[in-house]
């Protein structure tokens, strides 16, 4: 790299930047006449209509281009100096010079500064193992623990800050990093906004082959920009690196304000949240409970009906829904291709729609419930969700007898192989333990073929059938609960490498979605296996040192329970952003345990699961042929 390559990068970086500022000075509903110009760059044309037809109209469409190149030229120079290509744009999208500026500041043995910049393009780029890595040698090697992302969303930030102070019911400062939001979003917005009326790229019609008249070439340009302007509130939702929108986004600003301005006695200001609240979802029950509870604080002293809803919420959300209607007119005339984007298991189409509200008389909690049988008589309850401090969990003990831990304990000493289940990662998740896995089908081949006893490998498929139907049968559920993926995996603590050890066995994680302990959210979207609806871990040996379960909050830091595991303990759980978990470092000896993997989705089940059921059945026949067994030992997840 060239030593002044940094210097370089960050200039580019730096321009960029003022080409928003560029955008939006020159864009015509900003520019007025000065002694520079005479000329009005908008649109509306004094001239009444007559017999020139649409001259009037093209006229005031050619003055507003000249008006805005005229602004922009003295300020950036040549279009073709700040017009790039749709692959820079792309690039600067994904935040791509950062990853050579990082490399740029290592050359420089800035590593402080390095580290900003591995970590912002990171936040973009969250599947990039490279650059995951060189994070982990930064945080090892300087101990910089604390890193900037340079590109950050300022609303999202204040957003997130808001969102942390509300939790913690610090209502004021709630209030001043909320509303500081939800200036910074419509602030955006316009810049999104004006940003959209750059080029477009016609995909569907490369140049030559294009052949559309005046109004089809107008109307497929303005589609796209007006798709563009659409996409607005979703682009403005969605955090860096990730694909989905955090959902009911904006709508959930004014649910917070409404609360917190209620909890400070600003009741007025309450109020007028609320009814802001209630424009995105007018039939929210608790919200318009709680607009009626604020109107009756305010009986004689302010006539409610003078309190409206915020007009930049009203503005936009009227914006949208013509933005809406004009897309799906132009889909349904013109052939334009355009699908309304629908946040899964919304009822209201995109970020602005998904219901999620916060009442005064009472938190909303998840739907969810538990409780029910445990099916076994020997089965020993210890602790529900309440005393495991979260939701949608149990600890039970004697799921499983000591004798049949010992014989699992056997059969997993002859058919694990390291890095089963791992694509062959020995050590996936810590260098410093040896992990080690298999499947109920392997078992049950190996069973089979007399490699292992066959009422051993078949004690593996009943006891994980056992511990399915009790997740089943105490969480209440009312639709069959499959299997997604069973594995009976031990991991061992590598001798030598103990010392001083402050990674985790397993690194806190949720099993259904991505998570984002910055944020405080969890990304329901790949790679994160998101048909998994339930968990269990069932525990064969107490016989190591560490190795502690652990729940956390969101933050990942927060530990909220601690789980000391022994043979026939079992601990179940929802699998979503509710129950962040992790395995504490194994320290000495080796932990087994069989994971197991639920979904309610029966697309979902786990192939190797149905083909043991077959094995099984056959087995129950009792007269079985050896070309009958049909197991492939290669086909496995």
């Known amino acids: 790299l060239h030593p002044h390559a940094h210097i370089s990068i960050n200039l580019v970086l730096d321009r960029r930047g003022g080409l928003l500022c560029v955008a939006s000075l020159c864009h015509p509903i900003f520019l ?15 001239s009444a209509p007559g017999p020139a037809g649409d001259l009037p109209f093209f006229g005031s469409v050619l003055r507003r281009a000249h008006c805005v190149r005229r602004c922009e030229e003295p300020l950036l120079g040549a279009v073709s100096r700040h017009r790039a290509a749709e692959e820079v744009r792309s690039d600067f999208q994904r935040r791509v010079p950062y990853s050579y500026l990082q490399r740029a500041y290592i050359q420089l043995n800035k590593l402080e500064e390095a580290a900003n910049a591995a970590h912002t393009f990171f936040m973009a780029n969250p599947e990039h193992m490279e650059i995951q890595q060189d994070l982990e040698n930064y945080k090892t090697t300087s101990g910089k623990v604390s890193l900037i992302d340079q ?16 939790d913690k019911e610090e209502y004021e400062l709630a209030i001043e990093f909320l509303e500081r939001a939800l200036k910074g979003y419509y602030s955006e917005d316009e810049d999104c906004q004006i940003m959209c009326e750059g080029p477009q790229k016609f995909e569907e019609h490369e140049y030559l082959d294009y052949k559309a008249g005046l109004y089809e070439a107008i109307a497929d340009h303005y589609m796209q920009v007006l798709a563009c302007k659409h996409d607005c509130v979703r682009e403005l939702a969605t955090r860096s690196g990730r694909i989905s929108p955090i959902e009911n986004f904006l709508p959930l600003h004014y649910d917070y304000l409404q609360f917190a301005y209620y909890r400070v006695g600003d009741y007025v200001k309450a109020l007028e949240c609320a009814k802001s609240y209630l424009l995105f979802h007018p039939d929210d029950e608790d919200v318009l409970e709680n607009a009626g509870y604020y109107e009756g604080l305010l009986e004689g002293t302010v006539n409610p009906a003078t309190i409206k809803p915020r007009k930049e919420a009203k503005t936009l959300l009227r914006r949208h829904k013509l933005e809406s209607h004009l897309l799906q007119v132009a889909a349904a005339g013109l052939g334009y291709a355009y699908t309304e984007p629908v946040t899964p298991g919304c009822a209201v189409p995109g970020p602005l729609g998904v219901h999620s509200c916060q009442s005064i008389f009472s938190r909303m909690v998840l739907c969810l419930s538990s409780g029910g049988p445990l099916l076994y008589s020997d089965v020993k309850f210890v602790y529900n969700s309440e005393q495991l401090n979260g939701s949608q969990r149990v600890l039970l003990d004697n799921v499983i007898s000591e004798e049949q831990c010992r014989e699992l304990h056997r059969v997993a000493s002859g058919i694990m192989l390291a890095g089963d289940g791992y694509r062959g990662k020995t050590s996936p998740h810590t260098p410093n333990e040896r992990f080690e896995g298999a499947t109920v089908l392997k078992a049950l081949k190996y069973g089979y073929e007399g490699r292992v006893p066959l009422k051993s490998a078949r004690l593996f498929y009943d006891i994980s059938e056992k511990a ?13 609960l499959y299997f997604s ?27 259904n979605c991505l998570l984002d302990p910055e944020a405080n959210e969890c990304w329901k979207e790949p790679p994160a296996y998101t048909f998994r609806d339930y968990s269990a871990l069932l525990y064969m040996n107490a016989d190591f040192e560490g190795g502690e379960f652990i729940f956390t909050e969101m933050d990942a830091k927060t530990v909220t329970a601690s789980i000391k595991p022994k043979c026939g303990r079992m601990i179940s759980f929802s699998s979503g952003g509710e129950n962040p978990h992790g395995v504490k470092a194994v320290t000495k000896g080796q932990r087994c345990a069989v994971a197991l993997w639920f979904t309610l989705d029966p697309l979902y089940r786990e192939l190797e699961r149905i083909q043991a059921d077959e094995v099984i059945a056959m087995l129950d026949q009792e007269h079985l042929g050896p070309s009958e067994m049909n197991i492939n030992p290669k086909d496995e997840l």
Do not use: K
């Open 485 to 511: 993926y069973t594995h009976l995996v031990c991991r061992t603590a590598l001798s030598g490498q103990q010392e001083r050890r402050n990674d985790l066995s397993h690194p806190i994680h949720a099993d």
């Open 151 to 166: 590109e950050a969303r300022q609303h999202m930030e204040d957003y997130s800050a808001g969102v942390r102070h509300y």
């Open 32 to 46: 007025v006449p000065s002694h520079t110009t005479t000329e009005s760059c908008s649109l509306s044309d004094r």
């Open 468 to 480: 399915r139907r009790i997740v089943e049968s105490y969480f209440l559920l009312n639709s069959t």
